[in-house]
């Protein structure tokens, strides 16, 4: 898992993993099964990701995706625990000592301070789709516009957004905190990495908190894109579908989930000849965006 004193370049490989890693998985790679809750709240892995989720929420705060004391984040620990946010502080202001240990159930089992009461959105998430490995729910502006329309922005316009996310779902309002808000979200979270929550926010899994913060950001620009492009007052330019069944391709050889991937009982073939190598510079062209270096 990356962290937050991995140095720029290793960054640069830890994006390439993420853009050629099948599945959105990763396992901490030292604890055991029968580790007990405090053995893994004193672990190496989990002072990594405590950083980790203290380094996200900054971002989170100084982009202004969170609000007073909003957003939450986890992150999942060996196969019975997880890592959260607690309730009532700013993701600006967090320290290691505030990260509780809790369990899937939502018992907090180590730390001294109360779990947020949206970890039940994260844990349902964690329960219905096993390659979330780390969630993270915030208020982003733009987002949340279309949270609040109960709208996603189209899609076949911003090759970010149809790369790493594809289609977002919408999941219907509930009270925020109880049960039944959780659950609104269980039919989307196998095919959806971006969900909206109407009224809300939104959340977004992956397989790290890293991760799950860049879903946040690329959702956030291409709401707020989307919204200054139909300011202009020009038609749309469309990416054709030609070019939107390659990326389907890149995202399945990839192994990023798309709803659209899953909806369709032909699935995309990846090309041969010469669309394979406009396929092979596509993965280019991400890979270098990824690493910075266009
Ligand atoms: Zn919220």
């Given at each position: 898992m990356q962290h937050s004193a991995v140095p720029e370049a290793e960054q640069g490989r830890e994006a390439l993993r993420f853009a050629s890693q099948a599945g959105f998985v990763s396992k901490p790679?030292?604890?055991?099964?029968?580790?007990?809750p405090q053995a893994v709240a004193c672990s190496p892995e989990a002072d990594l990701l405590r950083h980790e989720i203290i380094r996200a929420g900054r971002k989170l705060w100084e982009r202004q995706?969170?609000?007073?004391?909003g957003g939450n984040i986890s992150v999942r620990i060996g196969s019975r625990y997880v890592l959260c946010t607690p309730t009532m502080v700013s993701k600006g202001d967090l320290?290691?000592?505030d990260i509780c240990l809790s369990d899937l159930e939502g018992n907090?089992?180590?730390?001294?301070r109360l779990r947020t009461s949206e970890l039940l959105l994260h844990l349902e998430i964690y329960k219905s789709n096993p390659r979330a490995c780390a969630v993270m729910h915030c208020h982003p502006p733009y987002a949340t516009a279309f949270a609040v329309t109960g709208a996603t922005p189209p899609n076949g316009l911003i090759t970010e957004y149809e790369i790493f996310i594809g289609p977002a779902a919408v999941a219907p309002y509930e009270t925020p905190g109880t049960q039944a808000f959780a659950e609104t979200v269980r039919p989307f979270v196998e095919d959806h990495n971006t969900i909206l929550l109407t009224n809300h926010g939104i959340v977004c899994w992956a397989d790290t908190v890293t991760h799950a913060e860049w879903l946040v950001e690329i959702f956030e620009t291409c709401c707020k894109t989307y919204l200054l492009a139909r300011q202009i007052g020009q038609p749309l330019s469309l990416i054709p579908d030609s070019k939107i069944k390659e990326i389907l391709a890149l995202k399945q050889r990839m192994g990023l989930p798309d709803a659209r991937l899953a909806g369709c009982s032909e699935k995309p073939v990846a090309p041969r000849g010469k669309d394979a190598a406009d396929l092979e510079r596509l993965v280019e062209q991400v890979v270098a965006r990824l690493e910075e270096r266009d």
């Open positions: 790679k030292t604890l055991k099964a029968e580790d007990s995706y969170v609000d007073g004391n320290e290691p000592d907090i089992l180590a730390g001294d």
